[in-house]
Nanobody, 123 residues
Framework: QVQLVESGGGLVQAGDSLRLSCAAS????????LGWFRQAPGKEREFVAA????????YYQDLVKGRFSISRDSAKNTVTLQMNSLKPEDTAVYYC????????????????WGQGTQVTVSS
């Protein structure tokens, strides 16, 4: 059974940093592209960042480029999203995703989702 378990969310002030982690189990980790989506209240779920199965390709939504960084650790089967210079508009539930077909900016493409972790940025 595939499981993606996020951690690291919380309440921070604008300008602060947070590190989200996602522990993956039940899948051949090195064969899966991994990523993060987020959903704010009243808004559609949106792509944040993704990393290829090899780790060589990293992709970001324009609004987070230069502030967020995605990485993966094959020894620990984890994917991490380092979020710096957080803004109130980054407030959302953040979801970890995985798919064997490669990365995509479309939520419907991902077979596996975590339960989400709340990130709240106060102004």
């Amino acid at each position: 059974q595939v499981q993606l378990v996020e951690s690291g969310g919380g309440l921070v002030q604008a300008g602060d940093s947070l590190r989200l982690s996602c522990a993956a189990s039940g899948l051949p980790f090195s064969r899966y592209a991994l990523g993060w989506f987020r959903q704010a209240p009243g808004k559609e779920r949106e792509f944040v960042a993704a990393i290829s199965s090899t780790g060589n390709g990293k992709y970001y939504q324009d609004l987070v480029k230069g502030r967020f960084s995605i990485s993966r650790d094959s020894a620990k089967n984890t994917v991490t999203l380092q979020m710096n210079s957080l803004k109130p508009e980054d407030t959302a539930v953040y979801y970890c995703v995985a798919d064997a077909r490669g990365w995509s900016e479309y939520a419907s493409r991902y077979d596996y989702w975590g339960q989400g972790t709340q990130v709240t940025v106060s102004s």
